[in-house]
């Protein structure tokens, strides 16, 4: 990569905001991400690209933009975006972080807005509008469009959290213990769950849609299906290790989740789908949450009895 990035020159710095970005390398997506920072009313204090990428380019671009914005490149050798999110979490070093993805481009006023939001509530967790980019606005998939404000505290609503649009206080964030970097969290339950524990906690989360982010249209239709059917696996072994503790109530989200897909794909039957319309994500739910389900079970009751055998190691 060899352009010259020229980014405009900021007027005013929020010293105690953190930007990260989780990135596996899709470079020039990650260009227009960050220049959509550089275009910003508000640079942040700081830009952290949590590199999970198997080459230079990243680095590379890191370092292009290190001229007009405070960037830097965190190359992670742990694979999945918990793990990411959970370097970026320690490498950061302000308490109020804001999150997007390589595949977004952020508002001018975003940190503006984002650190407001924050700065309201001391502790919340905090979520924004996601709006599709791009011509094919109906394949653009986690958006969110909804232009009222919501108090999600208290409620049951996990998957209100937009994790390529959020808020959240570091210290807060890590002494939830992060985000869970078990295996198959990796696609979309990370987020989930983590929200999921936030609430259960009694913590603070808000939904402002003052925070806007534009979500990039580039999956083609077969990208498309291969992502929600990690979606809904994902969310099945979500399911799974929540099941395995008792917690009934992911039975029902289990439950209610495949039937909305089992009627997505009884109303597909009776329409024939033409090959413009886009690919409703509901219908990996019937398949693949059952899948992630066991999984999840599976997988909790390996992490259970590896925790026995080192305490009776220990003991003995």
């Keep these: 990569m060899t352009d010259t990035v020229k980014t405009p020159v900021l007027p005013r710095v929020a010293n105690d905001v953190s930007v990260v970005i989780p990135t596996i390398g899709r470079i020039d997506l990650l260009k227009n991400c960050l220049l959509s920072i550089a275009s910003g009313s508000v640079a942040p204090g700081e830009i952290l690209l949590g590199d999970q990428s198997d080459d230079t380019q990243v680095?590379?671009?890191a370092r292009q933009f290190a001229r007009d914005l405070p960037v830097r490149n965190v190359p992670s050798g742990a694979r999945g975006i918990a793990a990411n999110l959970n370097q970026l979490l320690a490498?950061?070093?302000n308490e109020l972080v804001l999150v997007t993805h390589d595949d977004c481009r952020v508002a001018t006023d975003w940190i503006c807005r984002g650190r407001a939001a924050l700065t309201a509530q001391e502790g919340a967790l905090v979520t924004g509008r996601v709006l599709p980019g791009g011509h094919n606005h109906g394949v653009v998939p986690s958006t969110i469009v909804q232009t009222e404000a919501e108090d999600l505290t208290g409620?049951?609503?996990p998957g209100r959290l937009y994790p390529a649009n959020m808020g959240l206080y570091r210290s807060a964030a890590l002494s939830l213990d992060g985000f869970d970097e078990r295996a198959g969290f990796s696609r979309a339950a990370e987020d989930l769950d983590f929200a999921y524990r936030w609430l259960q906690d009694g913590r603070m989360m808000r939904y402002e849609p003052s925070m806007v982010v534009i979500h990039e249209d580039w999956r083609d239709e077969e990208g498309l299906t291969t992502l929600y059917n990690g979606y809904a696996r994902s969310a099945g072994r979500f399911f799974g290790k929540h099941l395995y503790s008792g917690d009934r109530y992911a039975g029902k989200m289990a439950i209610n989740d495949i039937r909305t897909g089992l009627a997505a794909w009884k109303a597909r039957l009776r329409k024939h789908r033409s090959s413009s319309e886009p690919r409703d994500p509901r219908l990996s739910r019937p398949v693949w949450i059952p899948v992630g389900v066991?999984?999840?079970?599976?997988?909790?009751w390996r992490i259970d009895r590896q925790r026995e055998l080192a305490k009776k190691?220990?003991?003995s």
Excluded: F
């Design 91 to 93: 490498e950061a070093t």
């Design 59 to 61: 680095a590379e671009l």
């Design 155 to 157: 409620s049951k609503k």
């Design 313 to 315: 190691a220990n003991r």
């Design 294 to 300: 066991v999984e999840g079970l599976w997988e909790s």
